[in-house]
């Protein structure tokens, strides 16, 4: 029987994570006890039809096991939208836009205390505007505000799944 070099690869980075004490955010043990208390996050209404699908796709990505059967932390989100003009003909008019999503949260207990994180998400996109009929360049621009919305929340999932993994007793 020969032993590929190859085949070890794998099982040797395993072990050197291992060695230094690295576990997964979504490990064995650390998958139940964080996506449980991602559960337990209540989130806030977020104004703005934009605001709105970052609010849905939060609720999506913290609630995998549907809606939380009690909510013992409440999730704020400031989220902003900033438009600027990337391609400029040169009669002035736009042809394409650079839009930059962020969202700032803060998790905190319901009921009332002191911050327990915050943190802030960005990301980028972008959308053509030239020789697009308004309806076109709508539904490209809710296309591109979901696309948005999608990537913010999963950075803030990401940043609370974390929170919750470095301080399980909070």
Known sequence: MSSNPRRLLPLLGMLALAGCGFTPLYGQDGRAGVA?????????????????????????????????????????VNYTI????????????TTRNRLTATANWVLSPIGGGAPLATG???TENAANVV??????????????????????AAQITSQVAAYFKTHPGA
Do not use: C
Not at 131 to 152: H, N, P
């Open 120 to 122: 802030t998400a960005t």
């Open 36 to 76: 449980q208390r991602l559960d337990t996050v209540a989130v806030g209404n977020i104004p703005e039809r934009p605001g709105q699908m970052l609010r849905e796709s939060l609720e999506t990505q913290l609630h995998t096991a549907g809606a939380p059967d009690r909510e013992l932390y409440s999730l704020t």
């Open 82 to 93: 900033a438009t600027a003009g990337i391609g400029v003909q040169q009669d002035t008019a």
């Open 131 to 152: 020789d697009q009929q308004y309806f076109a360049l709508t539904l490209e621009t809710g296309t591109v505000d979901k696309q948005l919305a999608s990537t913010i």
